[in-house]
């Protein structure tokens, strides 16, 4: 059975009021040319249009393009073009020919000096690769007026329409309708955009215009365009939705121990040391983000314990405590209510090493305080071919199911396995990637053992089954961190066996290391590691992650040589309810870092020139409940990430307890 799933638009979930439109090639600006405009930091727009800017004698030219706002300064994007002819037949393996080119874009904002001049960026279309069909460098400055917007720019290109000056207008009609006009290779362009989103509550905006070559006809250009904020932190505009309703009730340690445990928090124990509180407890519910379970604790404790006592908070997993928070509660009691504090002061956190919690006098524990719940993660997942031919997305689609089941608090048995949904052509019978489909079987069943070798060392050893393509191995394998500089930075390592159940002779021998930095000031991560990957390749990976809150975007190199690399771009969001479902001792959630993402190759070794498929290139199998993902919430479990969002703590406070 065959599937088809007509690619026209994308998914979005919101459209915001937007600093700059996207055009067609991909880059911010007006119609066909770039504009001076970054689009607001944190919005990723996607577009649809078929636009031709090569000379081509195919009949058919259409794109997938997209950019989002780095920061106020930086732009990037990319964009996936296919052109083909009316007439072309179908290959035996189920592909249709044409031409295809996959590229990137950059653009960078000068900061003006003086609101009263023009904004001035300088980009770059189309850098890198081994297929270059649309490099163009450029230089564009735009001034707006009123609702009205006019850029002026000179580009250079040896193949692009985007080549000598360019200028273009648009004026901003209403909040529903904009008009442009502008110039470009010796052909004008007028347009109108409309946007639904007020009218219909879609996040969705059509562009309609024509192009007028110099010696030629009226061509029409149509686009659609879709966006998506990928910040989803907490405003401070929460504060008028929500009031927080934390009034402090006598102090009573059993009635705090029974409102955690209605929220879901487990291996709750209450005690005093030096005078303070002290709080052990375990987060299995609030997977978006740790900083929920910490707001609810925080809440609670200054309704119930008093307000006046500072408060330990203990985080851990399987008894090994993993991060400690003290706060000073009088001064949150301020903080909460939004009078002046000096909670970022007074507020401490580390990593505490397990003698934590001796010398405590433990005064209530929760019903459950020794009992840790299963886990059940259901989740989508897909792979998929960009590109193989024009207007449809060829995919395997499946659901996975990842099962937790602990055996006390010494170790956890895990299983995952996959379930089917469908296939498109060239993932069907005799399809072009028909052994790439996700069939129903059990994918790992391994033990896992958690264990904390000092207050910033942290591994998780894995044995068990595992399948990597089809083939089934043995697997063994050990992760491990080392945390510096309050968490900002992490050396991290893994060793892998896999022994191949199905030929003998082809075992599989992993180890890598690395290290992740965090950069505040941009809520950036730099990763760089080094190893023997997947099929004994070794080489290089850098990785470059952007947050926006709880989601991340992420620009990957894989290098062996310079002959030898590929490179990804991939969104990271997570998949599940601010707050998990808590069904007697079993959680019932979704993914809290759900990764999507598309890779090409850059430069290849083999077939000089080509963009191929290698989805095995430098792979690094990776098990269900990993250290970093799992444990340390993607890197985020750490002091200075506290520190940092101590204002989201508030919010989110509101948020989750306000009415």
């Keep these: 059975m065959k599937h088809r799933l007509k690619i026209f638009s994308g998914l979005a979930l919101f459209a915001s009021t937007a600093v ?6 991909g880059i911010s600006g007006s119609l066909r040319t770039p504009s001076a405009k970054i689009l607001p930091a944190g919005e990723l727009q996607y577009q649809h249009n078929n636009y031709n800017d090569l000379s081509s004698t195919t009949d058919n030219t259409y794109n997938h393009v997209f950019a989002v706002g780095i920061n106020s300064y930086i732009e990037f994007g990319g964009r996936l073009t296919n052109w083909y002819d009316d007439d072309r037949t179908q290959r035996p393996n189920g592909t249709l020919p044409g031409r295809r080119d996959l590229s990137a874009n950059l653009k960078f904002r000068v900061p003006r000096l003086h609101s009263a001049l023009p904004d001035i960026a300088f980009g770059i279309q189309d850098f890198g690769g081994e297929a270059v069909n649309f490099r163009s460098t450029y230089g564009v400055m735009s001034k707006t007026i009123g609702n009205t917007t006019a850029s002026l720019g000179y580009a250079k290109s ?14 901003k009609l209403s909040d529903d309708f904009t008009i442009a006009a502008d110039y470009l290779a010796e052909a004008f362009a007028v347009g109108l955009t409309i946007n639904a989103k007020r009218t219909t509550g879609l996040p969705i905006s059509l562009q309609v215009s024509g192009e007028k070559p110099k010696d030629g006809d009226w061509k029409e250009l149509i686009a659609l365009t ?11 505009a929460t504060k008028s939705q929500k009031t927080i309703a934390l009034e402090k009730h006598p102090r ?12 879901g928090l487990s291996h709750l124990r209450l005690g005093t040391k030096a005078g303070d509180d002290l709080i052990y407890l375990e987060n299995n519910v609030y997977n978006h983000s740790y900083l929920d379970a910490l707001s609810v604790v925080l809440a609670t404790a200054y309704q119930y314990l008093g307000g006046q006592r500072p408060v330990q908070i203990i985080l851990g997993k399987q008894n090994i405590p993993l991060l400690a928070v003290w706060v000073d509660m009088k001064e949150y009691g301020e903080f909460i209510h939004n009078r002046p504090s000096s909670m970022r002061q007074s507020t401490k956190a580390w990593y505490p090493d397990g003698r934590v919690t001796n010398q405590v006098t433990w005064v209530a524990r929760g019903r459950y305080d020794n009992r840790a719940p299963i886990d059940v993660k259901l989740r989508p997942v897909i792979r998929s071919n960009l590109g193989s031919e024009w207007g449809v997305f060829d995919y395997s689609a499946a659901v996975r199911a990842d099962l937790k089941i602990p055996l006390g608090n010494v170790a956890n048995v895990v299983v995952s396995g996959s379930v089917p949904v469908a296939n498109s052509d060239l993932y069907d019978d005799d399809g072009a990637f028909a052994n790439r489909r996700y069939k129903s079987k059990i994918d790992q069943a391994v033990l896992q053992k958690l264990g904390k070798l000092s207050p910033s060392t942290t591994a998780l050893g894995s044995i068990g089954y595992g399948t990597i393509n089809d083939e089934e191995y043995t697997v063994g394998q050990v992760e491990g961190v080392h945390t510096q500089a309050l968490g900002k930075r992490q050396l991290y390592g893994k060793l892998a066996y896999y022994r191949n159940n199905d030929r003998a002779g082809d075992d599989q021998k992993i180890a890598v290391g690395g290290l992740r930095q965090h950069i505040d000031f941009l809520d950036m991560e730099a990763d760089l590691s080094y190893g023997q990957f997947y099929n004994e390749t070794r080489g290089v990976k850098a990785k470059v992650s952007k947050f926006y809150g709880d989601t991340a975007l992420s620009a990957e190199i894989k290098y062996i040589d310079t002959d030898d690399l590929s490179g990804r771009l991939s ?8 707050r998990d479902k808590l069904v007697g001792n079993t959680v019932l959630r979704g993914n809290q870092s759900w990764n999507y993402g598309i890779e090409t190759t850059i430069k290849d070794p083999v077939v000089v ?10 792979h690094n199998p990776a098990v269900s409940y990993s250290l970093n993902k799992e444990y340390f919430d993607r890197g985020r479990l750490s ?3 506290v520190i940092n969002n101590l204002e989201q703590i508030r919010l989110r406070s509101r948020d989750l307890l306000g009415k």
């Design 226 to 236: 879709l966006s998506l904020p990928l910040d989803k932190k907490l405003s401070p």
């Design 571 to 578: 969104i990271t969001l997570p998949l599940t309810p601010r």
């Design 609 to 618: 020139g080509s963009n191929r498929v290698r989805p095995d290139f430098m």
């Design 158 to 171: 040896d193949g692009s329409d985007l080549d000598g000056e360019f200028a273009s207008i648009s004026h």
């Design 20 to 25: 700059a439109d996207l055009s067609y090639p």
């Design 639 to 641: 002091p200075y990430h």
């Design 252 to 263: 009573d340690p059993t009635r705090f121990i029974a409102a955690l445990e209605r929220h």
